[in-house]
């Protein structure tokens, strides 16, 4: 129990936000939904990592949490660089539409 919500609630939401997430990836065309679905699914594995982290009394998950952060935030800032870019070219961010780039 942490907080009296059982680690249970904890595994079935970020199992919820995971799937959620990956369905998004998988079936979205849009580059922009893509990006938010990655940092959907990201923050479901940062869910778990600080519950377990505070179920065990241990600090490191929440380490790994810090260092997920830094590099989804590099990620959201290389990625929506390479969009702005995808966009000025093609006047579209339909993920689709960039298999013809490599023409």
């Known amino acids: 129990m942490i907080n ?3 680690i249970n609630m904890y595994l079935l939401l970020s199992t919820v936000l995971f799937i959620i997430g990956a369905v998004g990836v998988m079936a979205r065309r849009n580059t922009i939904i893509l990006f938010m679905c990655i ?7 940062n869910l778990l990592l600080v519950a377990f982290s505070a ?3 241990d600090s490191s998950g929440q380490v790994f949490v810090f260092f997920i ?3 989804a935030a590099a990620e959201v800032a ?6 702005s870019m995808i966009y000025r ?5 339909d993920s689709d539409l960039l298999s013809k780039l490599k023409h």
Request: aromatic share 0%; hydrophobic share 60%.
């Open 4 to 6: 009296g919500i059982s």
């Open 39 to 45: 940092e959907l699914m990201l923050n479901a594995v």
């Open 55 to 57: 179920l065990h009394n």
């Open 69 to 71: 952060m830094a590099v």
């Open 78 to 83: 290389v990625g929506l660089a390479i969009l």
């Open 89 to 93: 070219n093609s006047k579209s961010i």
